[in-house]
């Protein structure tokens, strides 16, 4: 549904309490930066009461500017949802990480189809290899990887994510084949909106379900789905776009992404959440002055 619709109008006059927000594609544009227009409308709709929440593959310590910047501290999720997290008291709600066992085997698969691999902790992640694509990665996520052995790692931390990634279109199908051969993993892919020929997966544990993680959150914030709004871009954003009372997709979000969505606003560029979100404060506005 469009978000000029008179339907899209009706479904945004709902009383609205918590907002989760997607960050790559989604608050992040092209430069890899958010606009001084989305984060004023952010910062206006936390100042008018509603939290506002990450709901992201992205690893807790690659949100933190974000969560600080746009004040997008209310418990969330993380590592598409291995970790769901408190930002504001620093409280850790729940936390699953892969078994050494399947992390070994991935690992070694992934050497033989010679794919881009990062392996995520709680607050820190890890390259063997760090070329062209590794490095524009990390300035993406602002984070700096150690490059060490991922033998080093298996069994002395805990590893909450597995990151594989290619760059061209043609080596896309080694991502769907390392998720054939691993069925008991959870894969989650995503695209940067200024590299739409790259490919990434997500990898969790399948104890981390988003279903599970939506609940979670509600139960601990005491809103009902209806009182949800939720804002992505990619696959891996899919199930709270379904789960919240209004799931938004931005307009450079692929097809099968905006035909989960109630609504579809604009790209990213052109300040997509920004525009929604002033519609949103304009009614709660309303819902406030008349209590």
């Excluded at 509600?218 to 789960?243: C, M, N, R, T, Y």
Aim: with cysteine.
């Amino acid at each position: 549904m469009d978000i000029t619709s008179p339907s899209a109008k009706a479904l945004l006059q709902r009383d609205i309490q918590l907002a989760f927000f997607d960050i790559d594609g989604t608050l992040l544009g092209l430069d890899g930066n958010y606009t001084q227009r989305v984060k004023e409308a952010i910062l206006q709709l936390r100042s008018a009461g509603v939290k506002t929440a990450v709901a992201s593959g992205r690893p807790l310590f690659a949100a933190d500017f974000l969560v600080r910047d746009l004040q997008l501290r209310d418990a969330g999720l993380f590592y598409t949802g291995a970790l769901i997290h408190d930002p504001s008291d620093q409280q850790t709600l729940s936390i699953h990480s892969l078994g050494d066992d399947l992390v070994g085997s991935m690992l070694s698969e992934a050497r033989k189809l010679d794919v881009y691999t990062e392996v995520c902790g709680r607050d820190r992640f890890y390259v063997e290899t760090w070329g062209y694509l590794g490095r524009l990665h990390s300035e993406h996520l602002r984070a700096v990887p150690e490059r060490v052995s991922f033998d080093s790692i298996i069994g002395s931390e805990p590893v909450i994510k597995l990151l594989f990634a290619v760059d061209n279109e043609q080596d896309q199908e080694k991502l769907y084949a390392l998720e054939r051969t691993f069925p008991e993993a959870v894969f989650a892919y995503a695209r940067m909106a200024a590299k739409p020929d790259w490919l990434f997966v997500s990898v969790i544990a399948q104890a981390a379900c988003k279903r599970q993680g939506f609940q979670q959150l509600l139960d601990f914030h005491q809103v009902k789905p209806e009182q949800v709004i939720a804002f992505g871009d990619a696959q891996s954003d899919k199930v709270f776009l379904e789960l919240a009372g209004v799931g938004v997709a931005m307009g450079n979000a692929a097809e099968d992404v905006k035909a989960v969505a109630d609504l579809v606003t604009l790209p990213v560029w052109e300040d997509g959440v920004a525009v929604v979100l002033d519609l949103v404060l304009d009614k709660h506005l309303e819902h406030t002055q008349t209590r």
